[in-house]
């Protein structure tokens, strides 16, 4: 079985991940990952001889349709019920501010 996970390792996990936990989870996080781990163990009991790796999960293959340029909309149709906009384009508020 692998190596049991502590309280100390929790804490240095969440430190890694950006996560708070306050005293009262830790050892409901503890018992969850030492759990996961058992389950994850478990696979080691497995003969996995002569089982080549997956690349894929299943042998579908997509089939695409051909892609065929087409107009389906005018640039004047397309600008006709904007609510801003110039001879040519689409106008927006500005979202980027500069920081300085």
């Known amino acids: 079985m692998a190596n049991k996970i502590d309280i100390k390792t929790v804490d240095e996990i969440a430190h890694l991940a950006r996560l708070e936990f306050d005293e009262t989870s830790k050892p409901e996080i503890l018992n969850d990952i030492n759990r996961m781990l058992s389950f994850v ?3 080691n009991e497995l003969d996995t001889t002569n089982v080549e790796p997956l690349i894929y999960m299943t ?3 997509n089939v ?4 065929t340029p087409e107009t389906t909309l005018t640039q004047k ?5 904007a609510p801003k906009k110039d001879s040519d384009y689409f106008k927006a508020p500005k979202v980027i501010e500069q920081n300085r």
């Open 41 to 43: 163990d478990k696979l």
């Open 77 to 81: 149709e397309a600008l006709k019920n």
């Open 64 to 67: 695409l349709r051909v892609d």
């Open 59 to 61: 042998n579908e293959r």
